[in-house]
């Protein structure tokens, strides 16, 4: 660990005032957050096809494992024993239709240079690969190399892509005996680039996607035959394969293939191999080439042509099926390869043309699609049967978000669609369930808990979810469908958790000067007296595309966030945590707010006001503000040091951008709406932390910044984490980087 302290001889100095007495007044708390960060909980919760048993990662103070609980006590029971805090990630975790054996990837993404993240230093590095585990008990193996595994339903084996091919690794404790069972080498060698493996249910078959550059198809691999055919190729893009429940049918997405206008390809030399008339030779060089499949030229239906020479003449520069539309499902059977149109859209449609994903359910096939003017994506529904250009039918009719794959599930049968949505109360998520055919959808949780990634279970009576709320970290949560109820199965909170000492956070909406209506959510701590003033602190999300909830969040590093911000009320500071404008959870319109990021930095806005508030507020000592935040959140800290050090005594800015765009020009828009183009009237202390292995925010971000900080003799203190990335994978640091973050302001805002 590298740490600096400095402190600029020519920093200007804050002004020497008595704290107040907060540390005699509070509630009973330790002063350290350890407390506040002691709890284990769970991500990446899994449920089997066909047996009443969910799995789970869980994060226990740095120290990664899976667990398991199954009917009908549903104990929980750790499957892995890695019991050290090396920074050492899980993810991707599956479970076997059966239940009984699960996989997942054990170390961090790799970086864009091809680097699995090192946050412990090891000399001998890491790597990333698949691992296994039974759910009957024996330790965990490793299987292979890899990431993102696709388990096939009896748990025998995994497959996943290697250089645009697909390879197979058999799942046992037992080194095989060939290298393709160990995936040394291909299981599936055809030509093209090769992704998207599906098995089928009964693990007879595999689809996958074999992109051939100009066209596509859907290719299966039947396992007993070891034989690979196609689904009705021909000269289209075929995408996103999914199988009926029943094995029997496969669906797939149909696009035209790419028109002379926008084929790019680099020609071989001969008569009959030109350079495709859209060929760039900038582009390919370094390239290699595309003889294998990649994408190329424009989108279906587009005309990136515009005024060229034959842009006029009908197909030459835009594709489109004969009748003039661009997208089409289609349905197959998987043994003799032959397949028909279900469905399509018209030659008027411009909703339902960007659709990249479909899943089967029931009768019908589902998928999500965002609609203009409308304030929330929506799932859609195609019943397979027809009629050919019927209206898909909206599924999810709530007004709110659903903010990914991770937030969907079908049942069993695939005849409901539970997801998890902010419809009716926009600080919290709840889970709801509708009919893949259509129907009004149902409230399937309610209350002031905080309901993510619904896990519907194979007796259809249970759905498993992550549940929190203000005062309870993410747990593992059983919903009962027939008495709407709830109990959390995991963890047990240790002794030491304060849960007392939480407070409810107070959700409060505020305008920006320009009218802008965002909102926040107010921590005030327990114990404060008539008359009495306390310092303050503003958190700020990154993303920007999140939201702050009324409890613990579902994602990482804002449920240590949240933790904080209950820690920091307990130790007697106001805390208010801002959801600004284009973050996510309150539509459309706030998501994409004008004028953002390099285009203007309204966001900032938000925070000003936000900032102003707890100024004008009579409980606050208007002398102690503060504000800390990671990523985007680092962004809008060093956005208010640098221009409101008037309004901000301090900040802790983690792994902030600095510099939108790469102009140094003062006269850009981009370098204006940046925090070093205010940082002539940067007057307040920072505290800088940053990962060197940042893959989200350069760390040349912090670099560039702390030259202009020395040079405008700003007061600020670094602390930077070698081979770490954007948010540490290392529990030690974040405990850390909380009590150096703690001794900052207890100097800067509290004069301690």
Known sequence: ????????????????????????????????????????????????????????????????????????????????????????????????????????????????????????????????????????????????????????????????????QIHRARVSPVRPATAMDRGETPFIKAWGTNSAPRWSPDGRRIAFVSNRVDHSYIAIYDVAKRAVSYMAPGVDRDTSPTWSEDGKRIAFIRRPGLPFGQQAQQGGGGVG???????????????GGQGRGGRQGGGVGDDPAGGRPGSNIPGLTRATFRGGYTMSFWVGDPATGEAREVWHTTPEERVFTNITSIQWAGDHVIFSVAVPSDEWDRWFSVGLAGPMTAAPTMLTTTNGIIEDASSIALAGDGRTLYYTTNHGDIDRRHVWAVSTAGGPPRQVSTGSAIETAPRPLASGTLVGALTADWNRPQSVGLISLKQNTQRVIYPTLP?????????????????????????????????????????????????????????????????????????????????????????????????????????????????????????????????????????????????????????????VDLAGVHLWGSSIDPSELSF????????GTWKSPVLLIHGDDDRNVAFQQTTGLVQLLRAHGVEHELIVFPDDVHDSLLHSRWVYTFKRMDEFLRKHLLGN
Not at 105 to 130: L, Q, Y
Not at 672 to 679: F, K, T, V
């Open 273 to 287: 191999i030109p350079n495709g008339p859209a060929f760039n030779p900038a582009a390919a060089q370094g390239r």
């Open 672 to 679: 204006q709406s940046s925090a070093i183009g205010a940082i």
């Open 495 to 651: 002794a030491g958790f304060p849960a007392a000492a939480h407070v409810v956070p107070q959700a409060v909406t505020l305008k920006a000067a320009d009218g802008f209506e965002f909102y926040n959510q107010l921590f005030l701590p327990a114990n404060i007296r008539p008359g009495e003033k306390r310092p303050a602190m503003i958190f700020v999300h990154g993303g920007p595309v999140r939201q702050m909830l009324l409890g613990y969040h579902y994602r990482h590093f804002y449920h240590m966030a949240y933790a904080v911000n209950q820690w920091l009320a307990a130790q007697g500071y106001i805390v208010m945590s801002v959801n600004f404008r284009s973050g996510v959870g309150y539509g459309r319109s706030f998501r994409t707010a004008p004028n953002t990021g390099a285009r203007g930095n309204a966001e900032y806005q938000d925070v000003l006001a936000a900032g102003k508030y707890l100024h004008a507020r009579s409980d606050v000592d208007a002398r102690r503000v503060g504000i800390w935040g990671l990523s985007y959140g680092g962004v809008l800290t060093a956005q208010a040091l640098a221009r409101n050090s008037d309004l901000f005594a301090a900040g």
């Open 1 to 164: 660990m590298k740490l600096l302290r400095l402190a600029c001889a020519s920093a200007v100095v804050l002004a020497s005032v008595s704290a107040p007495a907060l540390f005699a007044q509070r509630p009973p708390t330790s002063a350290s957050p350890e407390p506040y960060l002691s709890p284990a909980y769970p991500f990446e919760l899994v449920s089997a096809r066909r047996a009443d048993r969910l799995a789970w990662i869980a994060y226990d103070k740095g120290r990664r494992n899976v667990y398991t609980a199954a009917a009908p006590a549903f104990a929980p029971v750790r499957l892995t024993s890695f019991m050290q805090d090396d920074g050492t990630d899980l993810a991707g975790l599956a479970i076997s239709d059966d239940g009984t054996t699960v996989v997942f990837v054990r170390g961090h993404a790799v970086n864009r240079d091809g680097w699995v993240a090192n946050p412990s230093s090891r000399p001998e590095g890491v790597e990333r690969a698949i691992w296994a585990a039974r759910t009957t008990g024996g330790p965990p193996w490793r299987v292979v190399e890899a990431s993102a595994p696709a388990l096939s339903p009896d748990g025998q084996f995994v497959l996943f892509v290697k250089d645009g």
